[in-house]
Structures are given as C-alpha cells and as structure tokens.
C-alpha cells in the first residue's frame, strides 16, 4: 500500500471514529479528574487534537481545561506534545500560563526520537520561566541514559516509559533492563519520577529503587488498562498512583487503533484480574 493511499485510509477512519463516537471534552475531563481525585488519585490530562487538529485548537482546549480546574489543578499535570505546537514558545506559553496559574505542571511527552533534542532544550527553557515542568523519557532510546543524567539534578519532574517509537538507530538490547538503568540514574534526585508501566514486576523492581534512594516517586497508569496488579504493588510499597487521563477528538481514534494491535487484551485483563 503506497504511504499517500495508508495515510487517507487513517484520515477516513479518524474521522469516521470521531464523528461516531463524541469525545471527552476540557469538562469532561475537568469532572473526571476531580472523581479520580476523590478516590485518592492524582491525576495528569492529556490533549489529543483531531487528525486535522491545529495549534489555535490545542491551546484553546488546554486554556478552556485550565479554566475549568482553576484553583483545583494543584498536583495535576497536563501533558503536551511540542511538535504539534510547532515548538512555538508563544504556543507554548499560551499552555504553560494558564496551566500554571491553575496549579499544574506541564510535561512535554516523547514522539519521535529525531525531536529529542528540541524538546529538551524546550523542557529547560520552560523550567526557567514556570514553577513546574516536566518530561517523558523512553526506555527503548539509546540517548536516554544521557538525558537521564543531563536532567537528574534538574527540579524538572521525570515520567519514564517503555516508548512506542523505535530509536531509528536501534532499540536499546533490553527494554525493561534500559528502564531499570534510568531508574537507577535517577535514584537520588530530589524531582519526582513517575513509574509509567502497567508490567508488575517491572514495578516492582522499579520502585523500591527510588524509595530507598529518597526520590519522591509514583506509579502511573494509563485510564482503561489493567492495573490491578500493579496498583497492589504500588499500595504495598505506600507509592501513590497517579492516572493518565486523555482526552480531545483525538483520543478515540488513537485508542482505537491501539486495541486493533493488542489483540492479547483480553486475555491481559483476564490474567490481571485473577492474579
């Protein structure tokens, strides 16, 4: 199949699952955010535009969330993807300020590793001008052992993940052992490191290694996968929990197609609900 022909067969269906389906809005996620809240979750939001979605769009479904948890936002984070925004700092600023005033930090989620570099050098800008930043670092990169250091001793808060896209110059040999070797880097840090992994054993090797280091640390758990294993590891340890939460005519489409590649998903929720 030719990439221009792939490419409009996923504008039909992203359109096609956006028009079916209606997706969470700024207050819908404002009210699911405060019931995750109540039940002694911390929360982080996350935007995903339409397929055709603009910069003007995002800031404005960002501004109109902030509005929304104004004075409420304190601990919630709101993660953004930079390239989208162009790596604009006007762009950026419109997100972060009003993010900001309500109490929350931003965290410039990983894409592509090729946009690395600049959203790093984005993430350190931001942290000079806002209270609160944040970044996601991907196991699977090889560059990754070095942006761990590079921001270790920094006040920018950390989500590690496995990674969905590949380091175009190779993966790491082993992923969860790539994990492990950031989370040892980071052990010590005074910013908080967030666990993001829905893999128990991986949590829990992962986090005690904070804990026993003095690094405020959480597990994170995306809204919908299973997560009752890991949440039972989390609680053992006294490890908070915190959940991502996305939401935009984006999100249904991207989720969508993620359950078409795990067809093991059933199977996974079974295996977590009985173990």
């Known amino acids: 199949m030719s990439v221009g022909l792939s490419t409009r067969l996923v504008q039909i269906y992203s359109r096609t699952v956006e028009a079916l389906v209606p997706a969470p809005d700024a207050a819908d996620a404002a009210r699911a955010c405060r019931a995750l809240k109540r039940g002694g979750n911390a929360v982080t939001l996350s935007y995903f535009p339409a397929w055709n979605g603009v910069a003007a769009g995002i800031v404005e479904a960002c501004a109109k969330l902030s509005a929304e948890l104004a004075g409420e936002g304190q601990g919630t984070c709101l993660s953004i993807k930079a390239p989208p925004l162009y790596f604009d700092k006007d762009n950026l600023r419109a997100v972060a300020g009003p993010a900001s005033a309500a109490g929350m930090t931003v965290v410039f989620d990983a894409l592509t590793q090729v946009q690395a570099e600049q959203t ?29 250091r590079r921001l270790r001793d920094t006040p ?26 950031l989370v040892r880097i980071l052990a010590g840090r005074k910013a908080p490191v967030a666990v993001a992994t829905h893999h128990p054993p991986l ?39 915190r959940v991502f939460l996305p939401f935009g005519p984006g999100w249904w489409p991207y989720a969508a197609e993620k359950l078409l590649e795990r067809p093991y998903l059933p199977l996974w929720w079974l295996k977590d609900r009985l173990g």
């Open 156 to 181: 920018v808060r950390i989500r590690l993940v496995k990674g969905e896209w590949a380091d175009p110059g190779g993966d790491v040999p082993d992923i969860e052992a790539g994990y492990l070797d």
């Open 203 to 241: 949590a829990a090797q992962a986090l005690p290694i904070l804990q026993q280091a003095g690094t405020p640390c959480e597990l994170e758990q995306l809204r919908g996968l299973p997560s009752r294993r890991t949440r039972r590891i989390a609680n053992g340890l006294g490890v908070p929990v």
């Open 120 to 148: 790093l050098d984005l993430v350190e800008w931001m942290a000079g001008e806002f209270p609160s930043v944040g970044v996601v670092l991907p196991a699977r990169w090889q560059r990754s052992a070095g942006d761990a």
